[in-house]
């Protein structure tokens, strides 16, 4: 008598096939995430020294640096023409950043954010066409914003379309020292962990 021995194979419940997870593996660098941790964490201590600096109220710098680097990311993976993947990501960084900064104003509504901000870029071009001085630190509050967002998104896609070391680090210091030019010691501890992270980075990234 002869008995047969059935085996049972495991059934995976999650479909592999499933567009969230090809978009995840898409998007997944091959870098690894441990390079991505790494890069968040240094570009993430230098918009921490200057949102500690208090240079003028502002949007957090945190979530912009963060946008920037995913938006950076997802351009470096996607195929086709990289020029105008980064007009697209540029155009959308934009708009992210000034919405962010509307957020800073007294107004209550979502559109009205956008008028009272408008209405004090206005004014202080028009001050600043006739030689006055205007004391309102929105437009250099709009300039360190857009600038956390440029050096989020051009170190990522540094990193993950073209691993330049470079381009991947570079930016982010000269935005670090130069805020610390102006900045008492106090900001030593910092500046010790940003060196190490960026040290870090450019020793995995030459590493690939």
Not at 24 to 46: D, M
Not at 121 to 139: K, Q
Not at 147 to 172: D, E, H, M, Q
Request: hydrophobic share 55%; glycine share 8%; aromatic share 10%.
């Amino acid at each position: 008598m002869t008995t047969k021995v059935t085996t049972l194979m495991p059934t995976s419940v999650v479909n592999a096939d499933h567009p969230v997870l090809l978009g995840l593996r898409k998007f997944t660098p091959s870098e690894g995430w441990l390079i991505l941790g790494i890069l968040l964490a240094t570009l993430l201590t230098i918009a921490d020294m200057v949102t500690d600096a208090a240079w003028a109220k502002s949007p957090s710098l945190y979530g912009i640096v963060v946008m920037g680097v995913i938006m950076g990311l997802v351009v470096a993976k996607l195929p086709g023409q990289p020029i105008a993947w980064n007009i697209a990501a540029i155009v959308l960084g934009s708009g992210f950043v000034y919405w962010q900064m509307s957020t800073i104003t007294d107004a209550t509504g979502f559109l009205e954010h956008f008028e009272v901000l408008n209405a004090r870029l206005i004014e202080w071009r028009h001050i600043a066409s006739e030689g006055g001085i205007s004391t309102d630190t929105v437009p250099f509050a709009l300039i360190v914003a857009s600038l956390s967002w440029i050096i989020g998104y051009t170190s990522a896609w540094a990193t993950f379309k073209k691993r330049n070391i470079w381009l991947a680090v570079l930016p982010g210091g000269i935005a670090m020292f130069s805020n610390l030019s102006y900045l008492p010691e106090e900001f030593g501890p910092q500046v010790f962990l940003y060196l190490a992270l960026a040290m870090l980075l450019i020793a995995s990234i030459h590493a690939l």
